[in-house]
């Protein structure tokens, strides 16, 4: 089933009421799917996409176990195997084409890992404890993740080739959790303070940890970008959520959300663009976009939805996002302010589609299906011919 977009106005919401901008550039080129073969039947999900168009996938193994495995136009599916266990579940992959997760060891213990292309998968340890799992992975190699510790308290650690495994430390309550990590080696996350709230934090390269909001309050980071700007939200005193942009320099910064119930940050771009959700009535959620200064934006109506959630953006301000249709299936779609809105395409028995990830040449990455039968795919622009032929004469 298609979908298009017939209207072209982008709603924005400023100080004396709702404005609507007209656009004057045509709606975004149709994408083009692909599903990625390989998997001999097996059901598989898209995880992650990089720079390089490699995809990360997640799909079961011949006896039901969850196995980790990476696709590339060259190579195409590359099983990365296990720390000797069962299974092993993936969940990034950076630029180099490196990729962490966690795997059942011999021991029968959950340990992160990193897989490398030159050396395979790396078992990368505990902070003491029994388990540990990898959450974040940055184009220099590093890795944020969580390992329990003595005493059995679970601590955010980042790991370098350099440094190996160390804690991250947490704000006073024992517990912490790394949300997101980047190149400069900064980490966005969340963890227990003295009174036992939890609060955002973010720790900079050199290990100094500061809560962003106030004590006492209960708050939490979701994304984080390369000039170090987090995304997150927080509970304000008297009620109701509260979406936030923090940096060292600026501190906290609330964002615009025109008396709505709830809001929810899903991601931020190295731009300063936060991608989510805002609630205006109850349970009815529609996705959004914060722009740099604050300003809440708003994509076109989109026709026979129930809720909506913009889930990703990458440096150029194309968003994906998820759409829950009134009558019960799942749609994905790509929008830029400058582009409008395109329903990404489904497999040609109307199934479920859902883009998890976009990389900064604008491919998405997700999976077609329903559980328990999905298929990883990617999703790509077609080749405009009269512009490769321009490249080609202008080399």
Known sequence: MKHGNDGRAWWVYAAGGLLALTLTHPASEPYELHVLDGLAGRSGKALAINAADQVLIEANSADGQKCALLWSAQGGLLELGTLGGPSSRAIAINDLGQVIGGSFTAQEEWHAFLWCPETGMRDLGTCGGEGSQAWALNNCGAVLGQSTAVGRQARAFRWSEALGIKQIGDLGGGVSLGIALNDAGGVAGISVDHGGFLRAFYCGGKGRLTGICPEGQWSAAYALNAEGKVAGRYLREGGGVQVFSWTEREGLREVEQAGALSAMPKAICNQGQI??????????WRAC???????????????GVAHSTATGINDQGIVIGQAKLKTGEQRSFVWSIGAGLSWLPTASDGSNNTATAINAKGTIAGHVGSPPKTQPCIWRRPVNKAEAVDSLVTR
């Not at 991608?275 to 009535?281: N, Q």
């Not at 976009?289 to 026709?303: I, N, Q, R």
């Open 289 to 303: 976009l914060w722009d740099t200064s604050g300003k809440l934006v708003l994509p076109p109506h989109m026709e």
């Open 275 to 284: 991608v989510g959700a805002i609630e205006f009535h109850p349970d009815e």
